[in-house]
C-alpha cells in the first residue's frame, strides 16, 4: 500500500509523483497508457511567465520557473533559458503590453520598433515594437515528465516511486468515506491519497469519486517545419494576440502566430484554440491560418516547408486556471488538473505544492483560487 | 479552387489509379488523376527496365494513352491532405513544381480513389544509412537511368519474391549482380510463388536471367552489415536459422547493395479522412474495403496496395472494380454489378498476395543484427541505444518511443523507420498519423488559409 497514488503519468503527475516522493512519501503512479502520452505529449514545452495576467496563475509560473531551473540542473532534459518576446503589430497595442509588463513585476525590457530585430533579424519590418521576457524558457515536455519520473525512483531510496503503465483506472476505492485507492484494469490499488493528476481526462477520474470538475478540452494544432541548418529564430516569439486569444472564453477558433526554434533545428507554430471536443480531425483552415500568421511575422518562413502537424487537447477549466489541492467533498482525493495551455510550464509549482499538502506542511502559495469545488459554489 | 467539383479525383497513377481513372472516364464522368512522379507508371511501370520489356507494360501504356484527353491527368502533383468539406465534397490539396517554384493546386471532388501504391520496407541493419546502399525499390528506379549501374557490383538482400525482378533487371543492366540473398527459407527458386500461381513463365524467365547471368540465389541467408568508409565497400552476409539469428558469417566485396523486406502501404490520405483499417497479414495496417473496393468512409474508395500488398495484376483488377463502383454510384441508370471475372481475379490475386506475405515474414531475430549504434531513424540519427532509453523511461509503444527519442520526426514521418521502431517497441505497426502526407512550403501552405474571419472558418 502506498502513501499516495497519482492517477496520470504526464508532466503533472510526474511533477506530484516527484516532489511526493522527495517529501519522503511512496508513491505509485498509475497510467492508461505509456509516460507523457497525453497531453504532455502534444504540447510544445514552453515556460512562460509572460503571458500571464498579474495574478495566482502569474504566481505559480514565476514559482515554477525557478523551480524548472533546479529540475534542469540533474540532468536528463534540456532547460532552454531562450527568452520570450512578444511583438505588438500597432503602436495601440505596444502600450497596451507596456501596460500588462508593468503590472505582472515580471523582469522585462521594453523593445522598440527600430530595436526589434537587434533581437529577432528575421522578423518582418513594419512591426510597432514589443516586450522581451528573459525568463522565458523551453523544455522538451516527454522527457522532462519522464526524467523526473526516473529521478524521483532512483534518487528517493529504493521502491519509493513505482510506475504502472497500462494500468486504467477504473473506479476510485472508498472506506467510510474517505478515499482507499483505486480501482484498475490490472485490479486494485490502494493508497491513503489519491491524485487526480489524469489532465484533460481529469474530469473522468473525479466524477469516479463522485465529485465534478469541469474540465473540458480546449484543441490545439502545431505545425513543425523541417530542421532549419541555421536557426532563424532565437526566442520564442509571438503576437499580442495570443494573450488576448488564451484569456478568450470563446468555443470558435482563435489562432495567433507563436513562433519558435527548437534544438532538434525545426520551427514550431502555433497556436490555435477552440473547442471542438476530441476531434482529431486535422482542420486545413487552421494550419492554413497558422502558416499564415508564421509568414507574415518571419517573412523567411514563407520557403520553409512543414513537415507534420499535430493536435492536442488543453485541459480547460471555465476560469481558465488549473485546479491544485485536497477535495473538501471526498477525503483522501487530490487533484493536480486542468492546466489548459500551461500545465508543463506550470508543472513543477504544482507538485512541489500537492507534496506539501499531503506531507502536512503550509504550501508556499495561497492554493485558494485553485481549489476544486469553486465551480459548485459558483454555480450555487 | 476553382469551378464545379469532379466527379472523381484518383490519387496515385500506378495500375490501380490508371485502371480506376480510366474506366470512369470512358463512362463519361469528369475525372482527375494526380501522381506525384513525373510519368505515369507508379512504382512498376515508371521504371519499367528497356529494352527488355516488363510483362504488362504494353497493357499500361495503352490505358495511360487511353486517359490521356479523357482525364486531367495532373503528373508532378503531390498531395499532401484531403479532407471533408462542410457541404460533403472533397477537397485534395495538392502541390506543384513549376518555373517559379512550388505552388499549390487544390481541387474539388464528390468521389476519390486512393490509389497510392506503397513504399519499400527496410530494415535497419549496421552500415545501412552509407551511400551505396538503396532499397530494392530504389534500385529499380536507377534501372530508368540504365548506364548507370553497368559495371556495379551489386549485391541483393531482404526477403518477397519481388527481390528477382529487380536481380534479373540488374543483371540485364549490365550490374554485376553477385548475389541475392532471401532471409527466408525453404522454398527455394524451384518452388517459388510465382510458378505455382502459373506465373511459371514469369518466374522461370527472372530464373532463367538469373542462371544466364551466373547470379547465386541462397535463401536463409541476408546481409547484416555493411561496411565502407564513404560509401559500401563490402557487406557481411550471414547464414540464418529460421527465425534469422545468425549462423555464421562471410565478407563479400561490392560497391552496391539494395535490400528489401517487403512493403508498407501508403495510406495516410484514408487515414486523415478517417478510414477504417484493417492488419494484412504482415501486420502492415492497410484500408479496409467492401466488394466494391468502397472504404468506410462515404464517397471514398482505395484500389491497389493501399488495400493490401498483391502485385501489379491485383491493382489494376481492384482499380477496374472501384472504377465501376464509382460509375455506379454516380449514374444510378447505368448501374451494372462488376462482372464476376473481375471478381474471381481479385479473389485469386488477393489470395496470392497474402500467401506470399506469410510465406516471406520477417522474423524477429534482424534485432539480433543491431548494434547499440546502429541508426534506427536515419532522419533524426536515432540510435539504437536510445530506442532502448525510451523504452526504459516508460515508452510503451512506436509513438512514445519516437516521443521520447524523436525516431519517425524527421523528412520522411516515419516511413522508413515506423516498422523497425514498432517491432522494437513490440507492437505491430499503427496505422499512420500523417495530416501533413508531403512537406510542403509554408508559404504554399498559407495560400490555403480562407479569406473569411477565423470563426467562420472552424465550422
Ligand atoms: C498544441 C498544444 C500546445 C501546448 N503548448 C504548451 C506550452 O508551450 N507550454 C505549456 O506549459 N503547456 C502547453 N500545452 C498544455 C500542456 O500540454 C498541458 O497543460 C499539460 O501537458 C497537461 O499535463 P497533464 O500531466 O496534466 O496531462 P496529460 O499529459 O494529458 O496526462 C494525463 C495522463 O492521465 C492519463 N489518464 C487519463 N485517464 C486515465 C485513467 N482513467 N486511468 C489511467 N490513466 C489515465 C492519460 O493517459 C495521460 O497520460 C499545450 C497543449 C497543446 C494541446
Ligand atoms: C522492387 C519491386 C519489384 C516489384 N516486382 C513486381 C513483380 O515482379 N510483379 C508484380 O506484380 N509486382 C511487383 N512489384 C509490385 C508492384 O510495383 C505493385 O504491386 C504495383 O505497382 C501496385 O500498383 P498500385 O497502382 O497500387 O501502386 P503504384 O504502382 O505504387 O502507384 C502509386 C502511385 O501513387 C503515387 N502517389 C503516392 N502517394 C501520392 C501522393 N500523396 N500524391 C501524389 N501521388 C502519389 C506514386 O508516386 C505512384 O506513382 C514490385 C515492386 C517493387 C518495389
Redo the contacts with the bound molecule.
Sequence with gaps: MSDVIVVGAGVVGAACAYYAARAGLDVTVVDRGPVAGGTTGSGEGNVLVSDKEPGPELELAMLSNGLWRALAEHGGFEFEPKGGLVVAETDEIQRRLTELAGKQGVEHAMVSGAELRDYEPHLAEGLAGGVYYPQDAQVQPMLAAASLLRHGAESFGRGTLRLRLGVTVTGVLRSGGRVTGVRTSQGDVLGDAVVNAAGTWGGEIAALAGVELPILPRRGFILVTEPLREPLIRHKVYTAAYVTNVASDSAGLETSAVVEGTPAGTVLIGASRERVGFDRTTSVPVLARLAEQAVALFPALREVRAIRSYCGFRPYCPDHLPVIGADPRVPGLYHACGHEGAGIGLAPATGHLLAQLLAGERPDLDLRPFRPDRFSEEAA | MTGAPYDLVV?????????GALTAALAGLRVAL????AR????????AAVPER???LDRFLLQARLLDGRADVLTR????NVSREPGGDLTVH?LTRDSSGERPVTLRARRLLI??????RPLPFPGWDLPGVL??????ALLKGGGVLAGRRVVISGTG??????AS?LARAGAAVLGVYEANGGLGLARHP?LALG?AG?AAA?AAALARHRVPYRTRHAVIAAHGEREVEAVTVARLDPDWNVLSTRIVGCDTL?V?YG?V??I??GTQLGCETRGDPDGSPVLRVDAAQRTSVPGVWA????TG????????V??RIAGRAIVGEARPIARRGPDGVLLRRRRQWRAFGEALQRAYPVRPGWQSWLRDDTLVCRCEEVPLARVREALELGATDARSVKLLARPGMGWCQGRVCGYAVSCLAGEAPRPPRRPV??PVTLGALAEAAPEDSPDEAAQ
Excluded: M
Design positions: 490519387v496515385g497513377g500506378g495500375p490501380a489509379g490508371v485502371a494526380l501522381d506525384s512522379g505515369l507508371g507508379g512504382q512498376y511501370f515508371r521504371h516488363e510483362p504488362g502533383h503531390q498531395v499532401w495538392a490509389a497510392t501504391g506503397a513504399h519499400d532499397t530494392a525499390g530504389g534500385a529499380q519474391p519481388f527481390l528477382l525482378p529487380v533487371g510465382l506465373k514469369e527472372y539494395a528489401g512493403f502501404p501508403q495516410e490520405l484500389a491497389g496496395e493501399p500488398v498483391a502485385g501489379w495484376r491485383q491493382a489494376e481492384e482499380g502526407a508531403q
